[in-house]
């Protein structure tokens, strides 16, 4: 059990540290706008460098642009504890995704070197280059390459919307060009990433902490049904082949599946492209997507079998088919059970209110979850906003992370 | 009982008409492009003015470009009995859409000119400059010009795709200049339009003529719903608001009712916008059109009434609104039924097997039915084809159209 910090001390430091990394991409729609390898991305991590070097630490990147910052440890042959999270936002995002994970990490390891000197094992600070996606259709960019699972070719030939080739603005970030280390890391003791939740149920349920034991499967589809184009006023609805009824049948079918299952699956047709899309044209095609999520990738697949089975019931008897493209197959990533355990004994300690749960949204935690031991820990989101200027989060629950945090690293570096 | 022209010269002229007029407009997809006041349309109605002197009748346009070509009467003070269609097309339409009348008309007039001689009653072909509203945001702009229910004002301010403003498209074309005579007609004894059915009924039911009883009355609705944005992976299924959900089940309640509904009422939901329209994030805002169909304007009030009201009982559930906004209600036009027995009784005599039908598709002769006694005349549509490159009659049908309508003429004005 350790001392910590003052309240009125901590919350004054977290909302200024809040406001000092989202001055770098502040955006004329009120958020913050920072995208891999651009201006406002290269001054936050000089930022963050200049930071991490006046607390003493060593800071250095990896040649994607994942900067450390390094307070080594006792036990020359001990693994790494990392904690942080990732600096690119979204187009017009908030100032806590990401961003928060990396405030906390300094704040912790700045407070653990002030009261109690140098670890036993290494601690490093890590402020991830990418994990959004918002500029290249490339995500976890940076938690990629520290576990070996994405590979430079991923890049090759992928460019932004302004025809930007990825390798080029990489380079001219002054990284992918060999003047740092390559970043895979085979160093690491274990992964702790701070998060705001972006989803509503610490709120509603008034709980401070989230627990995260996994981060969901996901199972993405383009689902397409093919009838026939015909006049909408000449052709009797028993002659009909209409891709719109037909589809209007199938989500139907699926938010009623969704709605019937109590195990947390959740169900999303969120787009839909109809051809030709005139309003007095029966429509010939029409193309909705399909998220499904849960913990339990055999649930997902129970899930999309049955409702794929009714599919063909609906099309046999409207007279039209329908294709479903799965171009996601994302399986459920576990996070470390004692870590979570020894969150939780803190927490219950400390008389803090916390809830085991599921992720539903990705993070980068679910890459090194299959690297190493990683541990994901929510604070609430308020209204559940995220990915908006409007995300915010009380800095009362931004400190009981703060403070988790501090706990947790100690138990496991000191 | 008049002596009908050879069949195989009648073939031969009619194939060769519909050649000569869809070469006016031939574009590169094979099919005709002939938009309101364009070049392709000048050189058609000029083309036709030269073919309408060319049988000695007088060719006369009025100031908004209908073509009349006059056969005039014995009798000074008989009205005119009025036959014909329109010459525009839809971009990449087809080549009977419209021309089928025009051409039926001429070959129909030059064979009882040449036959019986002047008329008691005078005859006059028309070629209506606009029906389809292809070019500009208006339709019916030549049967409503000579109706006197389309007035000039209506076309202040309104311009093409590429912001040609109608009022200059018409002047270069020479008209809207006083040059010609005003549109309105009050001195028309009936109008016999002879139109592709562009449906399948009578190719299906083996008919060879329709005769229209009536134009539907159509409404068309923009019905938008109104629910919340989410997270798809972190809100739970049952604290969504979900604008796709609720819009899948109303167009089902639509189609439902629409295909238990027995009396020929048709109901289609053709276009559908969904907003955001991201596969990851629930919908918070889904608009789609609504065009429902009927000759009784009764029976499409108490279908809307009813829907609208299974509608409630949805939103309600689903915590969703949803707003119905109604922009166009037009009512069923019915055809004169005396000159629909004439028909009949024509096709009966001649042992043709024809159909009493409604029209689910609009027509210049729903303008002209409310103004003077009107028939609608349909021959079949391979496939209910239509407003395509693929349109197409086989010519033995287009030939018993003209067949009866030179029988129909001789009848009412000889």
Known sequence: MIEQPKPSAL????????????????????GVTRLLYDPAWSAAQKAIQARI???????????VGNLFGRLSGRDPEANVVLTGSHVDTVIGGGKYDGAYGIIAALIAVEYLLTHYGQPLKPIEVVSLCEEEGSRFPMTYWGSGNITGVKEREAVHHINDVNGIPFEQAMHEAGFGLGLHAQPTRKDLECFIELHIEQGQVLEREEKSIGIVSHIVGQRRYNITVYGQSNHAGTTPMHWRH?????????????MHRANAHESGL???????????NVGNVIAREVTFSLDVRHSDAKII?????????DFETVTSEHGTTVTCHKWMDEPPVAMDCTLNQTAEDILKREGISYKRMTSGAGHDSQIFGTHCPTGLLFVPSQGGISHSPAEFTHTEDLQRGVRLLIDLLYKLAY
């Open 301 to 309: 697949e129970q899930f999309c079998e049955a409702c794929f089975s």
């Open 266 to 276: 959740v169900a999303t047709v969120g787009r839909m492209e109809v051809k030709p």
């Open 53 to 63: 070097e006046l607390l003493g630490l060593s800071a250095r990147y990896d040649d």
């Open 11 to 30: 919350s004054k430091q977290i909302e200024e540290m809040v406001e000092w990394l989202a001055s770098y991409g502040k955006d004329n729609s009120g």
């Open 242 to 254: 209409d891709a719109m009824f037909t589809s209007a049948e199938l989500i139907r079918i699926l």
